[in-house]
């Protein structure tokens, strides 16, 4: 966990005070509705449909436990006693008081957190893995990475007002956890002749226009991390479209100038600054990993005696869990654990305020006070030692925290849709909970395997549809609510390994193809179900997942097997759709 | 807006040198039917004029006893502004003004950083437009040092915005403070 220095700190203080100020001269009629709302959005305080929506940054997806804590107050104090987890590892409040928000700021600051550029066209929360640090797979370490960037981008004056968002996200493993290929800029860590660089994808993204990023620079030295990242910002800066929002991501304009040109372009700019004051040094570098408290792992975890093999043998409920939600570390004798956000019944990624208390607690506990926040919209305790995996399920358990459920089908990333957010033309939780009821099955849902099912509320894609294995996508025609159906997305790599050519290409990330036209809203279960049977007819073997199998085959099985159902060929009339 | 315009301080709106002044520049703007190559303003004091002019007649311009202002658009090519040999020669230029039509459109943040660094323009940078309070402090650290603050916002309190940070990440720019605003 990164721990603020005097700097960090005056910092953060400086932006509560200046939005206070900002706030306080908008409710005094001094700043008008126009002038203000940039300005508060790149505090990430949004107007909802009900109340203001603010969204709290957990930079890179780490929280400690006294953060969390924190969130738990604020939660009870200032909105309705609970928070949602984003798909962009950051927390929002769906209620708060827009006079309260500079005192939850005020508040925030206190335990080293802010709002500070989660909204707005400028350069948003880095995200990473969130197995980022423990995952044996790692090459290095993305979390210093995020925080040098973190650094360079808070209040970046040259990049504050830019066409539109901007995000970035890190990956350090092989096996890229970040969907590196869908964002604006992803790094993926590689080593060259010994020498740690990163490689740079450009203009992925999903939203109206899902595209998987282009490498532009297979190799940028670490030490040019910032240079490069600085001159392809200001290509963009100067050069994206700013005179149609829907076109004005970066994608558009590598789209329009090809990656090519773009890619060369932002060569020109680099080489004029490379080498320049932004060069990263070692010592920078060791000195930002000093200011984070790296767990201290118990070495003779290794030789723990564990009795968690036995334990699951006899109950199969445990076994499930330590199937799903246990993940490999790189420390002997230690585990990671997902605390599954994803019971069903429960707005995918909601929490309450004692929830929050309790999984802190349970992070100083088993977890050296850590936790990460998953894109998934899960937590994660990273550090657990495995001999005490069973005393912390049941712990878990008794919290409704424990679903076991990572990597499969009900494990559902879903936006808080038109329940909440003003944007969107249909809803997400009542549809991720009707498909979450369609499959209680336990059983069932180990039997179908690793499976992303997503849904957005609507074409800005905050539930990232386009890269679920399954997507749902809310849409509006003629003010009715229809939701269209894709397969075959994949935030990251496919199972067998991909040729190096198409690993240039976004990690392996792919936007998913649609099956045909929308379904109403209580369609959506069964065609899910639909989907399914096709797949499990198909597959070769159970190691075969539900993407591979579209890999393999297309989408066209998908396709017929559903629109052949009389119970889907045609939407149902809207009345019907109303009684769900 | 008219209601915002109630709160307008009276007095200047200028801020240069660190201190608040009146602004006595004028736009000279073109006769649209004539071509503009060839069309300068007088040789008085206090004009500011298209990139376009200096572009065609920089010559002309060069030869007058007063220097005027070149204006930049968000859009403008910087390398209309430099001389045939890709420099920025500073002789017949009082200041360089660049517009910010709204204060969400960031270019002229980054064609203030490249004339700032790349063509090492050391005169006077001033940000005009949709200047507020709130913006004046990341325009002074991409090295703009006078500011037109729009109508509706206080000078005063635009004064003060530049102490708004004191420490700041990005090492390449610069740490505004009032007077740092004076060049």
Redesign the interface.
Known sequence: MYVYDP?DQ??VE??V??FAD?TRRFLD??L?ED?FR??RLQNGLYIQRHAPMLRVAIPYGMLASRQLRTLAHIARKWDRGYGHFSTRQNIQFNWPKLEDVPAILAELATVQMHAIQTSG?CIRNTTTDHFAGVAPDELVDPLVWCEIIR??S??????????RKFKIAVSGAVEDRAAVGVHDIGLQAVERDGKLGFRVWVGGGLGRTPIVGKLINPFVEWQDLLTYLQAAL?VY??HGR?DNKYKARIKILVKDLTPEVYAQQVDEEWQ??KG???TITQEFVDTIKSRFVWPQYDASAASDIDNTAALAAADKRFARWLRTNVHAHKVAGYAAVTVSLKPTGVPPGDITADQMDAVADLADDFGFGELRVSHEQNLILADVRRARLHELWLKLESLNLATPNIGLLSNIIACPGGDFCALANAVSIPVAEAIQRQFDDLDYLFEIGELDLNISGCINSCGHHHVGHIGILGVDKAGEEWYQVTVGGRQNGAAKPLPDLESTHGGGAAIGRIIGPSFARHQVPGVVDRLIRTYLGLRDSEAERFIDVVDRVGIDPFKQDVYADPAFAKPAPVAEAAHV | ?S??YA?DAPGPHLIRNGRLEADTSRPFVPEPEVPAEGQVPADEPGWIVPLSVWKTSRATLRRHKHPVAVLLNPDADLTDLADADGTLHPEGIAFIAVDFPV?????G???A?LLR??YQWQGELRAVGDV?I?TI???A??GFDSFLVKP?H?PHKALDAFK??????????LAPTPAAATA
């Open positions: 700097v005056q910092l400086q932006r005070a200046q900002q009629g001094q008008t002038d940039v300005l066209n650094q360079w808070t209040l970046h004056p040259e990049f504050a007002f830019l066409p200001r800066n100067l700013r004029r600054i320049g004051p932004d | 807006m209601e915002i709160h204060y969400t459109d960031g270019r943040y980054s064609l950083q660094t790349r507020m709130d402090h990341y325009q650290r991409v509706g206080d708004t940070f004191t420490v700041h990440y990005q090492k390449t720019y």
